[in-house]
């Protein structure tokens, strides 16, 4: 054993000896001025086959090195490995920078069908395509004009070809196909079904525009790489809705369905957290914060997602770790673990290591089954697949059962389906092992799998004996083995189709029977044997029973089955709603109120799908008790990451907590609350020695003072609490719709009465042991809305009206809505209250304007908070809440300082919209900068900041009337005016509503909205064009919310280019094409208008307006022109 350990070592001192000496022929290579890439590329040759050869040998030594001598044994293979890698990676990209191209592909000539001269043309790249969905246009078009469209190449060349730049998921597609001309067609469509679909494109790049603040961290984020990221994106997503049709069936005779994202095949509480798709490459995210390589496989994802190595023992796990030489901590490599500087914390143990490389990993991941058991079917979906192994996106169930298998002395109850897709019956390899089945004969069978693909495979032939489970009936079946028959199917849930098969005496085997009673390898849900056509035409009886009317139950003579469609009955683990929203601020927030009502509407229709789906899932897991109250479930987001029960981190806090509340003295009041909170059934006991069982969590929380409140402290939770590399509890559950959508028509609705009027409702929040959905978690304010929403279109038929209107106030836990009269008023508040309290909700702090009969009211000087506004009582008039806006903030301005001043700025109607522009434009020129988020800024920018910031105090001035209609008769002529304009730093739009009667013309604000102009320079007269097209959208939208459809309506640009695009229906240039073809839907062409820029009103916010010059323009009140009978005249177009 010395002897041959001995010659290794000699063998491999010659081979490091070589590699060491190649490493320093390329570095003088690389030194000289004129750099020889053939020398370079033959070095890298030679380099790559000592390379191997080193690796051969080290994985032989490393066999006879004892245990001591590891260490060392490792430290040197890494040394050598780090040495080949270095030189290898400087010479290529020497060769890169010389050549241009790397790894190029020789294409014949005979590719380019005109050669107009003999310049030898660089050599032609393609890169390889792994399977991300955003990539397959670029490969594609590259491969197709290159390969797939050259004439001189063979079909099976180009195969070939296709082959050798395909990896990853890519290449397993078509990996098992021969290289023959009828498979190199059926390969490019397979590709092109999985890869190359419009809507999978699409999603990708708003998936990555929505997901890529997630993943950014602010201390290492540049505000330059977002900007590069959004309009990469942004380019992205419109050449795939562009483009991609035509590509993908430019040479081929395939056309693709548009996947309908709103399909009732949806699974239970997997409908609304992956509903967006139906199919794996939609489900998965493509967002990779890093690139690096996996260390198990090679393939691009984290080490933690390789399917690998979850399918690899620990033990082989750590021996291709130490052949990497990677660490077995965070199985980076070049380091040893005592070197470790990584701070992972294991998920399952509290170690310091991966969780892949935990010792626990696989035996939870063999009890991941029972797991799911154990929550009774909280988190369980009822997924449903056919055959093929495809996962079906509806509640389709197909005919399983229970049979008993018999052979010799042994006897088992094994799960199988009836298949008639089938001509062969087959038993899987597990149980014929198990059972000792004899084999009777060998039969090569040619399979027809999709796409017309065939495959011929060698099968064992058995005979075995089925019985029903009745014992009654037994038959003897010719089956083959097979290694997996399919995977788990689910079984019947609803307990009311349950139920009518007892009523009507069917006993189903696969419902009846304890499934642990069947032989099963991993899940008691598997399949082990299939009856195909050959056998199931001798098993049915002809009896029927109709279920539904897309569900039967089907009689055989080895016992009752169940097949069709059935909407499945939800967990019975509930908690009972009582929350508020807390909404994070980050920076999208920003843009948020900016877009309300004015973003594209493909993006409003994905959302509202989704919402859909949150809907769906609610409305079938929705109860109610004896009291009254609504019991619903929490919304968890399916396969979510394992919550852990987080009281280390609730413990700190309250340490913390304690320590602050004896500081302030208010230790009695906070634990009052919680007493109270006792008292009401809000909260109970929990003993403290009960051990915690899976799915518990303790949330933190932190007293929150207000001395002007009934109040003084009380308790907030704080659902987004998370230790290191763990999740909260806000990451594993559905956020539902985003509430901030509805404040602008709500605002709307509150304006259009005389009598406005805001009530809250009673605000049940937290518990030691919840028995009440708690503020803090991120599901919360969905649930409220949700639950709401049901009680009310409940209703009995004499509150339907006061219903309906409630329905579209409410906004969390408040209701905002306005009324015409006093009688009406008392009407609304008697008939509201009596509604909602048989479902326990008390409404309570009840303000509305002063009534005329009650002058004193109005001596009281007194404003109340309304959807970020105030409103004052007495004047009935609507400001901003500049409260904490002008706190004087020490230290330099950075980027993080001006964001955070103008989120302070909260403005859902708009009327101060001019102001805010200037810092949003500081922000993006901050961007073109490249400065971090708190890097001091220039000395220009500071300047323009802090001038803008002394004049906001004059905001306070600021008032607009509550009632855009007070002061309007009732005989007034109503007309909408939708005003548009653009600078070079901006565009806007703003909407006004114009009241005419006999003896006075009036105008006010209704909504108002700008946005900076893009980073890329676009021209002044599209930039109209793009005020234009919001101008349209928040148009549309404002008039739906206020029921103004019949009045006139009137649109005004000072662009005399984009009115021209508008009125002339012509094929303009794509961006062109696209805004005005959105606007011609939206509006009629001939409610356009022209007006002079002097006299448009959304001039002001388009250019900006510092505080003081806003207050004094009154620019709310509209122009002065349009209160003129003649303001027709004004137009030119």
Same mark, same amino acid.
């Given at each position: ?58 994985s ?72 991300q ?21 063979s079909?099976?060349?180009?195969f ?7 990896g ?39 998936n ?10 602010s ?7 977002l ?14 809705l ?5 590509v ?10 548009r ?23 939609l ?25 690998? #190595?979850?399918s ?12 990497? #030489? ?40 063999? %009890? ?13 979906? %009822? ?17 399983t ?26 038993v ?25 693909l ?40 609803d307990?009311k189709i ?53 569900l ?9 089955t ?9 967990n019975d ?10 909404n994070?601020v %980050? ?9 309300l ?43 979510h990451?394992?919550l ?61 003072f ?101 329905m ?9 809505f ?7 008023? #008392? ?9 909602l ?42 400001s ?47 961007w ?27 905001? %306070?001035a600021l ?55 893009p ?5 002044i ?21 206020l ?19 508008i ?31 002097t ?23 509209g ?15």
């Amino acid at each position: 054993m010395d002897d041959k350990s001995g010659r290794l070592k000699k063998k491999r001192g010659v081979t490091r000896t070589s590699v060491t000496k190649i490493c320093k022929a390329i570095e003088t290579e690389l030194t000289k001025t004129d750099v020889n890439v053939d020398a370079l590329e033959e070095m890298l040759e030679q380099l790559a086959v000592e390379s191997n050869e080193l690796k051969n040998l080290d994985s032989q030594i490393e066999e006879f090195v004892s245990d001591d001598k590891l260490e060392k044994e490792v430290k040197e293979v890494a040394e050598y490995t780090q040495k080949i890698i270095t030189w290898k990676f400087r010479a290529t990209k020497k060769i890169r920078e010389r050549t241009k191209n790397v790894d190029s592909l020789n294409v014949p000539s005979s590719c380019y069908k005109e050669s107009s001269s003999n310049i030898k043309l660089p050599k032609l790249s393609i890169s390889k395509f792994y399977g991300q969905s955003s990539l397959w246009l670029s490969f594609w078009n590259s491969f197709e004009s290159a390969i797939h469209e050259n004439d001189s190449l063979s079909e099976v060349s180009k195969f070939n070809y296709l082959k050798a730049h395909l990896g990853g998921s890519a290449l397993s597609t078509i990996e098992g196909f021969a290289l023959t001309p009828e498979n190199y067609e059926i390969a490019i469509k397979l590709l092109k079904e999985r890869f190359g679909r419009s809507d999978v494109l699409i999603n990708n790049h708003l998936n990555n525009l929505l997901q890529y603040n997630k993943s950014m961290k602010s201390d290492k984020y540049e505000i330059n790489e977002l900007v590069d990221f959004l309009s990469i994106q942004l380019k992205a997503k419109e050449r795939s809705l562009m483009y991609a049709s035509p590509v993908s069936s430019k040479k081929e005779k395939y056309s693709y369905p548009r996947y309908d994202s709103s399909s009732e095949k949806i699974n239970n509480s997997r409908c609304f957290s992956s509903k967006r798709f139906s199919s794996s490459d939609l489900i998965s995210s493509e967002i990779k914060t890093k690139t690096n390589a996996c260390i198990f496989c090679n393939e691009f994802h984290a080490v933690g997602d390789c399917n690998y #190595a979850l399918s690899l023992s620990l033990e082989q796990r750590k021996k291709i770790l130490s052949k990497k #030489a990677a660490c077995f901590i965070c199985a980076k490599p070049f380091h040893l673990a005592k070197f470790c500087k990584s701070k992972i914390v294991c998920t399952l143990c509290g170690k310091r290591h991966l969780s892949i490389l935990c010792n626990q990993h696989n035996s939870v991941l063999k %009890n991941n089954t029972h797991l799911n058991e154990n929550k009774d079917d909280n988190n369980l979906l %009822n997924e449903n697949f056919t055959l093929a192994n495809n996962l079906c996106s509806s509640e389709v169930y197909l005919q399983t059962l229970i049979v008993s298998v018999e052979n010799n002395d042994l006897k088992h109850y094994v799960r199988s389906i009836i298949d008639l897709g089938s001509q062969r019956s087959y038993v899987s390899k597990y149980v014929a092992d198990v059972m000792k089945l004899k084999c009777v004969a060998e039969q090569t069978v040619t399979h027809g799998l999709f796409g017309g693909l065939k495959r011929r495979e060698n099968h064992k032939k058995y005979s075995i004996e089925l019985r029903n489970t009745e014992n009654n009936f037994s038959c003897n079946v010719e089956v083959m083995d097979q290694n997996k028959i399919c995977t788990s199917l689910p079984k019947l849930k609803d307990p009311k189709i349950i139920e009518e098969l007892k009523q009507s005496g069917i006993f189903a085997s696969d419902i009846c029977l304890n499934e642990n009673l069947c032989l099963y390898e991993n899940d008691p849900k598997e399949i082990h044997i299939l009856l195909g056509a050959d056998t199931a035409a001798r098993l049915f009886t002809g009896e029927i029973k109709n279920l539904s009317p897309d569900l039967i139950a089907m009689n055989t003579k080895l016992g009752w089955t169940v097949i069709g469609r059935s909407r499945i009955t939800e967990n019975d683990s509930f908690s009972t709603l009582m929350s508020l929203l807390v909404n994070d601020v %980050n920076i999208s927030d920003l843009w948020r109120l900016d877009t309300l009502n004015i973003n594209d509407p493909a993006e409003n229709q994905s959302r509202k799908e989704l919402e859909e789906a949150a809907k769906e899932h609610f409305e079938r897991s929705v109860k109610r008790d004896n009291e009254g109250r609504y019991i619903v479930s929490l919304p968890w987001i399916h396969d979510h990451p394992p919550l852990p029960d987080g009281r280390k981190i609730a413990e700190r806090r309250l340490n913390i907590c304690i320590k602050a509340l004896e500081r302030a003295e208010k230790l009695v009041d906070y634990d009052d609350v919680f007493q109270d909170w006792q008292k009401e059934g809000i909260i109970e006991e929990v003993d403290p020695m009960q051990e915690i069982k899976q799915g518990q969590h303790f949330l933190p929380h932190h007293p929150v003072f207000k001395e002007n409140s009934t109040t003084k402290v009380r308790p907030v939770f704080d659902g987004s609490a998370k230790e290191r590399n763990t999740p909260s509890i806000n990451d594993c559950l559905e956020k539902g719709p985003n509430l901030v959508e509805l404040i602008p028509s709500l605002m709307n609705r509150f304006r259009v009465g005389k009598y406005g009027k805001d009530r809250g409702r009673e605000g049940n929040i937290k518990i030691l042991q919840h028995k009440r959905v708690v503020f803090g978690i991120s599901s919360s304010p969905f649930l409220l809305g949700a639950t709401l929403e049901l009680h009310l279109k409940i209703a009995p038929d004499h509150l339907k009206e006061t219903a309906q209107q409630l329905m579209r106030s409410f906004y969390v836990d408040n209701c905002v809505f306005s009324v015409n009269t006093k009688k009406e008023l #008392a009407r609304f508040i008697s008939e509201s209250q009596a509604l909602l309290s048989t479902a326990k909700f008390e409404l309570r702090g009840w303000e509305h304007s002063p009534t005329e009969d009650k002058i004193e009211e109005r001596q009281e000087d007194r404003k109340v908070p309304v959807l970020g506004l105030l409103w004052n009582l007495p004047k009935d008039t609507m400001s901003l809440d500049m409260k904490g806006l002008m706190k004087e903030d020490k230290g330099p301005t950075t980027k993080r300082k001006i964001l955070s001043t103008v989120h302070r700025i909260f403005d859902p109607i708009g009327f101060s919209c001019p102001v805010t522009l200037e810092p949003k434009c500081l922000l993006q020129e901050c961007w073109k900068l490249g400065l971090s988020w708190d890097a001091e800024l220039p000395l220009l920018i500071t300047e323009r900041f802090e001038s803008w910031k002394m004049k906001l105090p004059k905001l %306070n001035a600021l008032q607009i009337p509550k009632c855009v209609r007070e002061d309007f008769a009732e005989d007034s002529k109503l007309s909408i005016h939708v005003f548009c304009d653009a600078s070079q730093s901006a565009y806007a739009t703003c909407i006004f509503l114009r009241a005419e009667s006999a003896d006075n013309t009036s105008c006010q604000l209704i909504q108002a909205r700008n946005r900076v102009a893009p980073l890329k320079k676009i021209s002044i007269p599209r930039l109209e064009l793009l005020s234009c097209t919001i101008g349209a959208r928040l148009a549309k939208a404002t008039i739906s919310e206020l029921g103004l459809e019949k009045i006139p309506i009137f649109y005004w640009s000072d662009s005399m280019n984009a009115l021209y695009w508008i009125k002339r229906n012509e094929n303009w240039a794509t961006f062109v094409y696209n805004r005005v073809l959105e606007i011609r839907k939206l509006t009629n062409p001939e409610d356009w208008r022209h007006i002079s820029g002097t006299l448009n009103p959304a001039d002001l916010p388009s250019r900006g307006s510092n505080a003081e010059e806003l207050v004094k323009s009154l620019w709310w009140e509209g122009p002065n022109w349009l209160r003129l009978a003649c303001f027709r005249n004004y137009t030119r177009f």
